[in-house]
């Protein structure tokens, strides 16, 4: 039915974090490795989960699919084509060997993220690895569940450094049965912030935006009527989808010489960034810039409108990577950190510092 | 509790709350001695009705100083005791902060104080075209503090997400008085996702004090088709049959007999009262859309084995149909003394097994079941029967709901979709989680709670409390389902 490796190795798993925790080391969970440049860099015994594969339950009709963290994204998309399904989140890869719990623990998720929500929207249950080499499950295989606290979203995005995530159930959706770019001119950043946001006043089949060199493009997908008529409706030019280059940061945009840096924004902000060269995406809340910038300048712009900046991929090693926390509550996340790793033996400082 | 502490007290909160703000008159205080699952009433020390953030800041420095536990209320419609005062303790209620302070036509966003109701939102937006997805039955009542707190769900939520999905801020105040803040308004945060362990932390976690809730435009067209069935395991296939054809319907709900009779005493919708199940498919969307998909369901209903599908031809009937659905607690309400809701989840594919075992276990307890499912999720709530008055009813009645919980995780569900866990469901939660499981549930409260304060002996069961409860449920060193799969 699929090509997907089944490979149980949550027992030598479990062995190794217990004599590493044993004598007090410190280990950087790999799962593909294509992530790797995402957050601070560290110099841990690299632990490979990559073997860890396999689906353990797929029934199309439930809409959920549980599998073991390092099966490869690119088969468990294929097997969920095969099913005409996928994520809704539309996740990057940035490689050919990335794997689920690298896209778990990374948190990333691409073009179709403001329009249809974010990996934590889909994760339903999680099986991990914890510091003090026992394993846990949290949350479940079915769509509503709110027993106990919501601990399988927490994992999303934490970078690997509350455990090792051996198992994830996440929702899937249906493949839309069609898809059309449209093309508009906008000379400026602000001119296509105002636009999207004030289409979003309107049930509209959008799954994708972007804005860059003066050209907005705008994704249409769900069912042949529904995406003819809104196409007739908008107005615009048909044009060539680029949405595989935006999600994997490989439009001309994205120079590889140059520093890149994330801008979150409320989708709506103007007057901020507006003459400066940008990528824009998410109908606003993500700018991509990719040039030499002053990094702290950028973040007290963005905290005083309530976003934040993370210098995403080759900015100087002393750049802090993510925006960094008012005091009190990076104290409250190192305290979430040591409820789960309290030897701080996961990809230590990852995120911050004790994080 | 002595007469001589409450006065003590309440006369400390009136040095900067408004005299009548602070309850304790033993009268007034009978009003907030249960919430929505009325089996259990608990008198608090006090009533606090706070007006603004800095009061509740205020609340929280003098509960912390006489180690005060704190409940959080907002409407009080919890079904599973989440809401229940706690003897030694005060009630904080949220009701008297409910203003919407800002409504963001283009970012599409409104915030909210916690005390305000969830239909008041749509009610207030509905001019812009817009309004707040999440719709529980008891939308007219509950408060959106109350919502986050429980992550409630409603009937549109397998197109449109639970609570959770529809939160872009949230403003909570610590149970040390200290405010802080989860803005995800950009879609993004750096650090850990907090968001989803404080949506459905049933106020353990924080106090709720504002709300930044996302708005989406009402769908153009809105359909209905209700499909009738003379069994619900073929009413259960075509719900398959139609997320297999990969349409997701903004709601798709089921009955069974005995709930479809109470419906139709009640709201009189004309529901075919010798069905077996009912199905009712909402799509929405553009008018091009609904119309072809809603041909296609109904095709999909009839080679499902449905004796016969209705389309609600107008705006009334669609409203008709869903009338029966939405007041189906109610109408159970009228043909028994009282009826206790069960909010078990599921595979949708154990639906038969579960439904059979339920009838099993209703036969045998011989208490009355009716059931309504949110069939798209899985959500089931079983309506037990019964009467209070009649001596140990209620203690049957409990049990009976005890084993159909532990049926849904022995099918690899989950004791709770959407009510919570509360008072009601701690002894479930020992079968549902392992010891471990439970200890890191611990360790995260007492990150954001070390005094404990916060909803003390709510969701998360103690390790006393789960032997005691084993103690009971296990025979002969086994548990009532051995092969139980947790996850
Ligand atoms: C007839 C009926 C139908 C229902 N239908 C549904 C349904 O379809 N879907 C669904 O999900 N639920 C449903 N419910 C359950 C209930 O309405 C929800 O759980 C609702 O979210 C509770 O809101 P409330 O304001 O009444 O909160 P309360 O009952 O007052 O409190 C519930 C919990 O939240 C905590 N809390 C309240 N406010 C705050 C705050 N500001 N900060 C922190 N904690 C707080 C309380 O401590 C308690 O633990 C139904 C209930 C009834 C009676």
């Known amino acids: 039915m699929n090509s997907i490796d089944e490979v149980d190795i949550e027992a030598e798993l479990t062995s190794q974090i217990i004599s590493v925790a044993a004598t007090g080391g410190e280990i950087e969970i790999i799962g593909g490795g294509s992530k790797r440049f995402y957050g601070q860099s560290l110099e841990a015994l690299p632990v490979d989960v990559s073997g860890h594969s396999g689906i353990i339950d797929y029934d199309p009709a439930e809409l959920v699919i549980t599998l073991r963290a390092g099966c490869k994204l690119s088969e468990v998309e294929a097997l969920l084509a095969e099913h005409r399904q996928m994520f809704g989140f539309e996740p990057p890869c940035y490689g050919r060997d990335a794997t689920i719990g690298g896209m778990v623990a990374s948190g990333l998720a691409g073009p179709r993220r403001a329009f249809a929500g974010g990996i934590r929207d889909f994760v339903l249950g999680v099986k991990i690895l914890d510091g003090h080499g026992e394993i846990n499950q949290f949350g479940g295989r079915v769509i509503k569940n709110v027993a106990g606290f919501d601990v399988s979203r927490l994992m999303v995005g934490s970078l690997g450094t509350l455990g090792v995530i051996l198992e994830v159930s996440i929702r899937v959706i249906p493949s839309y049965e069609t898809e059309l770019t449209l093309a508009f001119e906008h000379d400026s950043a602000d001119k296509h912030i105002r636009w999207i946001n004030e289409l979003g006043s309107e049930p509209w089949p959008i799954s994708a935006s972007l804005w860059v060199a003066g050209r907005s493009l705008l994704r249409l997908s769900g069912s042949v009527q529904g995406v003819q008529y809104a196409a007739q409706q908008l107005g615009g030019e048909t044009a060539e989808p680029c949405w595989d280059e935006l999600k994997e940061q490989a439009l001309d945009f994205f120079d590889d010489a140059q520093p890149l840096t994330r801008i979150s924004l409320p989708p709506a902000t103007t007057d901020q960034l507006d003459d400066i060269p940008q990528l824009i995406e998410w109908g606003g809340a993500q700018r991509w810039l990719c040039a030499e910038v002053d990094i702290p300048a950028l973040r007290s712009m963005a905290e005083g409108v309530g976003g934040s900046v993370c210098a995403f991929r080759r900015h100087a090693a002393d750049v802090a990577v993510f925006h960094p926390l008012p005091p009190a509550m990076l104290k409250l996340q190192r305290s979430i950190k040591s409820s789960f790793d309290p030897a701080g033996i996961f990809n230590p400082g990852r995120i911050y510092p004790g994080l | ?487």
């Open chain 2, 1 to 487: 509790m002595s007469q001589t502490r409450r006065e003590k007290l309440a006369a400390k909160f009136r040095e900067f709350l408004a005299p009548e703000n602070v309850v304790d008159q033993p009268t007034s205080l009978n009003t907030y001695e249960s919430d929505g699952l009325s089996a259990y009433r608990q008198q608090p020390l006090l009533v606090l009705l706070p007006e603004n953030i800095e009061q509740v800041q205020q609340v929280m420095r003098v509960c912390q100083e006489q180690r005060l536990p704190v409940v959080s209320r907002g409407a009080g419609t919890s079904l599973s005791g989440g809401a229940l005062p706690h003897a030694e303790g005060v009630v904080l209620s949220l009701a008297k902060m409910n203003r919407i302070l800002e409504v963001d036509q283009l970012s599409r966003l409104a915030v909210v104080e916690p005390g305000v109701r969830n239909l008041a939102i749509s009610e207030a937006v509905k001019s812009l075209g817009l309004y707040y997805a999440p719709d529980p039955s008891s939308q007219i009542a509950c408060t959106i503090g109350g919502n986050v707190a429980e992550n409630a769900g409603g009937v549109h939520c397998l197109k449109y997400g639970l609570t959770l999905h529809n939160i872009l801020a949230l403003k909570l105040v610590s149970s040390e008085g200290e405010i802080f803040e989860i803005d995800q308004r950009s879609l993004q945060s750096d650090g850990y996702d907090l968001l989803p362990l404080l949506v459905g932390s049933e106020g353990m976690l924080g106090i709720v004090v504002e709300v930044t809730v996302k708005l989406l435009p009402i769908p153009r067209c809105a359909r209905v088709v209700m499909g009738v069935f003379d069994s619900v395991e073929k009413a259960g296939d075509s719900v398959a049959a139609i997320i297999a054809e990969g349409i997701i319907p903004a709601g798709i709900e089921m009955m069974d007999n005995p709930a479809i009779r109470a419906a139709e005493d009640f709201v009189h919708a004309d529901y075919p009262v010798e069905a077996e199940a009912i199905l009712i498919c909402e799509l929405d969307g553009t008018e091009e859309e609904v119309l072809s998909q809603i041909e296609l369901v109904e095709k999909l209903l009839k080679n499902g084995g449905a004796t016969e599908t209705r389309l609600a031809r107008d705006e009334a009937e669609r409203l008709l149909f869903w009338s029966g659905r939405k007041a189906a607690f109610p109408a159970v309400g009228r043909i028994s003394p009282d009826y206790y809701c069960i909010d078990g989840t599921i595979p949708r594919k154990a639906l038969s097994a579960v439904l059979s075992g339920v009838r099993a276990l209703s036969e045998e307890y011989g208490l009355s079941v009716a059931n309504v499912f949110h069939a798209g999720d899985g959500n089931l709530h079983p309506l037990i029967l019964y009467d209070a008055n009649n001596e140990g009813e209620l203690e049957k009645t409990e049990e009976l709901g005890s084993k159909i919980l532990q049926l849904c995780i022995h099918h690899g569900g989950t004791i709770t979709g959407e009510h919570g866990v509360g008072v009601e469901k701690l002894g479930e939660m020992c079968v549902q989680f392992s010891e471990t499981e439970r200890e890191q549930f611990h360790a995260i409260r007492e990150c954001f709670d070390p005094s404990k304060l916060l909803n003390p002996g709510k969701a998360i069961p103690t390790l006393a409390r789960c032997a005691e409860f084993n103690a009971m449920h296990v025979h002969e060193g086994k548990l009532p389902f051995p092969e139980l799969d947790r996850f």
